[in-house]
């Protein structure tokens, strides 16, 4: 069936360093794939998506690219602040059959000044 | 004003009760969906609902049941509250025609606990 792996947190950066946090899945069609960010106390946020192979998301500083080839959908940012410490799921969307959404199980994040 | 409101935010309850946790939404979104979240686990799908007619189970359905009262209230029961029903549940809706991709838009969550 559909899965979403995504890497194991915690991930701990210092303010201003990269970030990537991985994701890939399993998916029969051309699924949509979202990442997710959770703050403490609050519900999930979209933060971007990409609805087909070679599409580049992209929100606050955020980038993802739609890799079909290696079923991935990597998070990235350039320079990470200590607001960026949160919870991020990668998920996928499907449409083939009955349409509903599967996520990964969250990497935290947590950025030190 | 909260597009998507879950009351109540936080619930102690005991075992063997009955517990309802109620999800209203000013979206306008016809599908609505009820996820618990665990540590280490991410989100579970439990029930789904894509129109008031329209009921469906997901993944960790046991042990709950659902009611779609109108197209904006999706309500979530457990029926005899146990301990390892202890979690934080979320509901979400979204939009979208058949084959559609639009993203789900989350409430704050309900930390239910279970003594």
């Known amino acids: 069936g559909d899965s979403v792996t995504q890497m194991e947190g915690p991930v701990t950066l210092s303010e201003e360093a990269f970030l990537t946090i991985n994701c890939t899945y399993t998916?029969?069609?051309?699924?949509?794939l979202f990442w997710y960010v959770q703050y403490p106390g609050e519900g999930l946020q979209l933060l971007l998506k990409?609805?087909?192979?070679?599409d580049k998301g992209s929100n606050k500083g955020f980038e993802a690219t739609y890799r079909k080839e290696t079923t991935s959908f990597h998070l990235e940012k350039g320079s990470v602040q200590v607001s960026d410490s949160a919870v991020y799921f990668c998920?996928?969307?499907?449409?083939?059959?009955?349409?509903?959404?599967?996520f990964g199980t969250g990497t935290r994040l947590k950025v030190l000044a | 004003d909260a597009d998507v409101t879950q009351t109540p935010r936080n619930r102690i309850t005991k075992t063997g009760k009955r517990i309802m946790l109620e999800c209203s939404q000013t979206?306008?979104?016809?599908?609505m969906y009820w996820y618990r979240q665990d540590p280490g686990l991410g989100l579970r799908l439990i029930y789904y609902?894509?129109?008031?007619?329209?009921?469906n189970k997901g993944e960790i359905s046991d042990g709950y049941s659902v009611s779609r009262q109108a197209q904006a209230k999706f309500s979530l029961s457990l029926e005899s509250a146990i301990p390892n029903q202890t979690a934080l549940y979320f509901c979400?809706?979204?939009?979208?025609?058949?084959?559609?991709?639009?993203?789900?838009?989350f409430g704050d969550g309900t930390r239910l606990s279970i003594l």
């Open positions: 998916a029969t069609g051309y699924p949509s």
């Open positions: 998920a996928l969307g499907r449409t083939s059959g009955t349409y509903k959404y599967i």
């Open positions: 979206k306008g979104h016809d599908r």
């Open positions: 609902s894509f129109d008031v007619k329209d009921i």
């Open positions: 990409a609805t087909k192979a070679d």
């Open positions: 979400a809706t979204s939009d979208g025609t058949p084959r559609s991709n639009q993203p789900q838009h």
